[in-house]
């Protein structure tokens, strides 16, 4: 098979993802890693490119500040400056938002620094005599063995050698093994998936690392192997104790700022419900000044936050229920409870948004509305059916927790119009 031909181009936009889009014979080629304005030397593979050289550069272009950028597919946006960076991010709300007619003023980005990211998935694969610890290359399944990563925090860096030890440790013959690492209050919180059976023939290996690297937690599986710390998190003053490789929010800096919106856009609602409520990310902080009812789907967050619940003092009511909210979404009916019901409905769903939720909202009588998403696209649904519904939106805020990613969290806020 002959080699890719080499072509010029000329980039004329940024694509939603972040890739350069250039025009070729009237087809659009999409080129990562190449900017509007710049003229680049590429090889074609089909509608996209491999950028080989950018022969005129734009002056937008940033130096990569990770020595891995080009091979790793995590941070695809490091070429950017800062200015044009903070336009592309905030402009993934404004597009999505026009897209269902919905024209609004979107506040700035809220950034996130370096080294803050608290959450790490990395593969372990083995390459010969060798473990390989990282993250794969875009679209491939070669895997980038990480040396650094800017945007975690310090914590998790300076483990990964401890980690790749340990994944050459109990390493199987064949397949890969995930290690989700989540630095907490106590200490790194490792949650191994993949060994199986090998597992409970490591079970000295995997509890001997424990302590010799100082994690607060190793399970492997699901199944805790040994805990020396509980793995806490602050959640609003109340200590949280998660689930193994469960979810929140990437940054404390955005979960702080998403709390904020939060609380700011329940105004002085004495009954919330917060949906989606995970481990309590945002119920605690609520509790404060209100009575809260958290539903989630999850069972093993909804324990975590029901047991922080048991013991943490200064908080008012909170009732928790088990309650898929795809498929039973909290109804109109039930959120007004004849007069009795919720002020104010906060709701933080995954990338699918809420969409069900979102129609029962629009027919209930809920005075105030919080929603927040990673998804700018389902997010905008979602407010579609909220405005249709009679609301009318308040505060739209970009947060920018997923650094160098094509991706951004969004908190809009609503209120019934009078």
Do not use: W
């Not at 401890?162 to 995930?178: C, I, N, Q, T």
């Amino acid at each position: 098979m002959s080699a890719p031909e080499l072509q010029s181009l000329t980039i004329d936009r940024l694509a939603h993802k972040g890739d350069g889009v250039a025009n070729l014979n009237g087809e659009q080629i999409f080129v990562p890693g190449a900017l509007p304005g710049e003229a680049v030397t590429v090889k074609l593979k089909g509608d996209r490119a491999e950028l080989v050289e950018v022969t005129t550069a734009s002056p937008e272009r940033a130096e990569p500040i990770c020595k891995h950028y080009g091979s790793c597919g995590g941070c695809t946006l490091q070429h950017m400056s800062a200015e044009s960076y903070s336009d592309f991010k905030r402009n993934l709300v404004v597009d999505a938002l026009k897209a269902r007619g919905i024209e609004v003023a979107v506040d700035p980005v809220v950034t996130c620094a370096p080294q803050s990211r608290r959450r790490a998935v990395f593969t372990a694969v083995r390459a010969g005599h060798k473990v390989l610890l990282g993250y794969h290359e875009a679209k491939s399944h070669r895997l980038v063995d990480v040396e650094e990563c800017p945007v975690l925090v310090p914590e998790i860096v300076s483990a990964l050698p401890k980690l790749r030890r340990l994944a050459s440790e109990v390493m199987p013959r064949k397949g890969d093994l995930k290690f989700t690492v989540t630095a907490t209050l106590n200490g790194l919180d490792v949650a191994i998936q993949g060994l199986g059976k090998n597992a409970e023939k490591h079970f000295l290996a995997l509890s001997q690392a424990t302590m010799e690297y100082g994690f607060a937690r190793l399970t492997a599986d699901g199944e805790t192997i040994l805990e020396i710390k509980p793995p806490q998190l602050d959640m609003g003053g109340t200590m949280v104790t998660g689930p193994s490789g469960g979810f929140l929010q990437a940054t404390k800096h955005a979960e702080d700022v998403m709390a904020e919106l939060v609380m700011e856009g329940i105004g002085k609602a004495k009954r919330v419900a917060d949906l989606f409520s995970g481990t309590g990310t945002f119920t605690f902080r609520i509790a404060k000044v209100a009575s809260v009812h958290a539903a989630e789907s999850d069972a093993p967050a909804l324990k975590a936050l029901d047991t922080a619940r048991r013991v943490a003092k200064g908080l008012k009511q909170v009732t928790t229920e088990r309650r898929d909210l795809f498929r039973r979404p909290l109804n109109a009916k039930e959120m007004d409870n004849f007069g009795k019901g919720y002020d104010a409905v906060v709701f933080d769903p995954p990338r699918a948004g809420a969409q069900a939720q979102a129609k029962e909202l629009a027919n209930s009588p809920v005075k105030r509305v919080v929603a927040a998403s990673c998804n700018p696209a389902t997010l905008a649904r979602d407010l579609r059916e909220l405005l249709d519904g009679g609301y009318v939106l308040k505060r739209v805020t970009p947060i920018d927790q997923f650094l160098y990613s094509p991706h951004i969290e969004v908190v809009a806020q609503l209120e019934r119009a009078d």
